[in-house]
Every structure is written in structure tokens, then in C-alpha cells.
């Protein structure tokens, strides 16, 4: 059933804390896709594509002049100084003039844009790159630009020579866009919500009980909180409970939506505490002490139960047997001449034969609904039917 009768933003936020993994995963999921779409989405350039040629200058000197500039050569400043000296109006200008001889015309700012050159500190070697969206125009520019660089040394440095030792080799690079802020923007924010919404999904598909929150909405009752294995504590604020809704009830019957271990342990832990408390207490199965039941409505079966301080019936190899209201009646006149307090544990998903009976004869019902166990479904069921058919009702539900 789906926790619809009103909104807790607290228990929301346990919703979404209860299922971050899913919420993270999903979240993760659509930033990967969302991403890979968008890479996809630019694959093709819509920009026309560029071209960069790449020239390399090598810087020698003459051999005269080994020894006076020993320290130069083996410093990178020699080389490095000339690098930068490319970049400028010195080599910028007379390349524009040989390029304008050539049919290449450009302002000397827009080639200087287009001109990039560079050095590794180990070597002699200066390499110029030309970047433009024509494949012949890049490689006519690198190759003027490489031959003005080497004939200007000697003249800009006042010594040594440059030699251009590779002719332009043409490359084309890819125009990629850059991706738009706002689709990213876009995109977190839709993975965020996404994996958010994943998380309520998944905690409404579910169809086990998963917060006492749907105890309070959708089965209109104000639960006993117990932990998976309830101290005495705990269970004698259970029996105190009955003992305030409905003095002296001497009928009782556990109500088990799922016949799981911990739920029929926390059974038996309360009948242990009505019987601490000076009770003769019995505990019966109609799952499996129905046919010891018919028995007992017959006055000559005698009396004999199992069990210490709390008893049960004795085990008879017989099947399950559908009593009559006559027969629960006349049995249950002869256990209250024994025991203080009778306790049925009821389990199934459906109140029907021997369950609808104990329920109509009992003075107070205990509903046990475990967390991660019990279905939805089970327990609304079972909570709409008994309402109207036992006195008092308590919901125990064993969880956080």
C-alpha cells in the first residue's frame, strides 16, 4: 500500500537516506550518459576545421666563436631569447612582406596570431607552429616564417646563425566545442533530481514495511516501538499497555502477518513476562494446536499440558482442524479454569476459520509487524479486517 495520507518531510528525508546507494548510482548513471550524449553531440565540428604546419629552426655558431661564447651555448638563454624574439615584430614584419609577395596577404596582428614558437631548454631547436583553416596557407607561412627566422640571426643576436632543418609538416586539428556551461548546469541539476526521485521510487515499489511512518498514515495507529529483539523493558510496557486499554483481559491473541523466528520469539518473550508477573500463562498455534482444541471441548479429554511457567497444549499428531464457534467456546471455557491468561498466535496474511474465532472471542489483539519483513499489502489487510472485530487493538512494530 503507498504512504499517501499526508507528507513528512522527515521521513522523506529517511527515505532518501534509506535508498542514497540507488539515488547515487542512478545520479552517476545519467551525469555518465549525459555527458557521453554530449560529447556525441559535437563530434562534428560545426566550425570549419584548422591546420597547423610546424617548421624547426636549428641555432648554431661559428666555429670562431666557440670559445668566447662557451657559457652562451651551454646556457638556454642564447636560445630562448631567439624564441621569443620570433613571436615579435622583427620577424613578424619582413615574413608579412615576403607573404604578401607570395599572394598571402595579412595584417601584421593577425599573423602574429597565428604564429606560435616555442624551445626545448636541452637543444638548439626552435620549432614554429601556423595555425590556419587552409591546409596550403599553413604550410606557405611556416615555411617564410622558418626561412625570415634563420636569415635574422646573426643580424638580432649580433652573432651566431639559424638553419632551417625540417620543411613544414601540415596537420589537421579537430575545431571541438567547448561544452556549453548551461547544458552542464542543466545536466547535474536533472541528475541530482533524477537520483532523488529514484530513491521515492524505489521506497514506493517496495512492498515491505520500511518506517513506522506508514503505521501512522495509512494504518491510522499509534504503534509500540520495539526493537528486532524487544527487552523487558520494552515487553512490560506491552503487557502494561493491555493491562490500561483492557483489565484483566484474559484472552489474548498475537496476530504475526509473517510467521518469521523473531517474531515468534517476541511472542513467546512476552507470555514470559505475564507469567514473571505471577500469570499461569498458555500459549497456543492455531497453525498447529487446532486439533488438541476440539479435544478440550469435550469434557472427558483430560487436561494435561506441556511446558513450565508457560504451558502449552500437547502435541497431537493430527492435521489442522476447522473448529466451530461452539467448540472454541466450550475449549476455551475449560483453559480459562486453568490459566490466568491465554495467548493464540495467529499467523497468516488472512483472517479466516480458526484465526476469525480467537479473534471474535479475545479481549485485545496485538498486531506485529516487522521492519523489512512484513508486506504492505499483509498488514493493511489484516489491520482493516480486525479493527471492528476485537476490543482493543495494538500495533507492535519492531523497527526504528
Not at 566545442?177 to 533530481?193: D, E, F, G, Y
Not at 509500540?224 to 484472552?251: G, K, S
Not at 497444549?313 to 471455557?333: D, V
Amino acid at each position: 500500500m503507498l504512504e499517501s495520507k499526508k507528507i513528512s518531510w522527515r521521513e522523506i528525508s529517511n527515505v532518501l537516506h534509506r535508498r542514497l546507494l540507488i539515488e547515487i548510482i542512478v545520479a552517476l548513471v545519467v551525469l555518465v550518459g549525459g555527458f557521453f550524449v554530449l560529447h556525441l553531440g559535437r563530434a562534428t565540428p560545426t566550425a570549419a576545421p584548422k591546420y597547423t604546419a610546424t617548421s624547426q629552426v636549428l641555432l648554431t655558431l661559428p666555429e670562431s666563436k666557440q670559445q668566447v661564447v662557451l657559457d652562451q651555448t651551454v646556457n638556454p638563454q642564447y636560445v630562448t631569447t631567439f624564441a621569443d624574439v620570433v613571436g615579435t615584430d622583427l620577424i613578424a614584419r619582413p615574413a608579412r612582406t615576403k607573404l604578401a609577395q607570395q599572394g598571402i596577404k595579412l595584417s601584421l596582428s593577425a599573423l602574429e596570431k597565428m604564429v606560435d614558437a616555442h624551445t626545448n631548454n636541452n637543444n638548439s631547436l626552435i620549432e614554429i607552429n601556423v595555425t590556419t583553416d587552409k591546409r596550403v596557407t599553413a604550410k606557405q607561412i611556416a615555411q617564410v616564417y622558418a626561412q625570415v627566422a634563420s636569415q635574422n640571426v646573426k643580424p638580432i643576436m649580433g652573432l651566431g646563425r639559424g638553419k632551417v632543418v625540417t620543411q613544414p609538416r601540415v596537420n589537421q586539428v579537430l575545431a571541438i566545442q567547448k561544452l556549453p556551461i548551461k547544458r552542464i548546469a542543466i545536466l547535474v541539476i536533472a541528475a541530482i533530481i533524477l537520483g532523488l526521485a529514484s530513491g521515492c521510487v524505489v521506497e514506493i515499489l517496495d512492498r515491505r514495511i520500511r518506517s513506522r511512518y506508514f503505521v501512522a498514515s495509512t494504518l491510522a495507529a499509534t504503534p509500540l516501538i520495539l526493537t528486532q529483539q524487544p527487552t523487558a523493558i520494552e515487553l512490560a510496557t506491552v503487557r502494561n499497555t493491555l493491562d490500561i486499554a483492557t483489565p484483566h483481559a484474559q484472552i489474548l491473541v498475537a496476530q504475526l502477518p509473517n510467521a518469521s523466528s523473531e517474531l515468534t520469539a517476541a511472542v513467546q518473550a512476552l507470555a514470559q513476562q505475564y507469567a514473571a508477573a505471577g500469570d499461569r500463562v498458555l500459549l497456543v498455534d492455531l497453525a498447529t494446536d487446532t486439533a488438541m482444541l476440539q479435544q478440550f471441548a469435550v469434557a472427558t479429554t483430560p487436561a494435561d499440558y506441556q511446558g513450565g511457567t508457560v504451558a502449552r497444549l500437547p502435541q497431537s499428531p493430527a492435521t489442522p482442524t476447522l473448529l466451530t464457534l461452539a467448540e472454541f467456546e466450550r475449549s476455551l471455557a475449560r483453559l480459562k479454569g486453568d490459566f490466568q491468561r491465554i495467548i493464540f498466535v495467529a499467523a497468516g496474511a488472512e483472517i479466516v476459520g480458526n484465526q476469525q474465532l480467537a479473534l471474535h472471542l479475545a479481549a485485545a489483539r496485538l498486531l506485529l509487524l516487522q521492519q523489512g519483513v512484513t508486506t504492505k499489502k499483509a498488514a493493511y489487510q489484516l489491520q482493516q479486517q480486525s479493527q471492528s472485530t476485537t476490543p482493543v487493538n495494538v500495533v507492535l512494530y519492531f523497527g526504528n
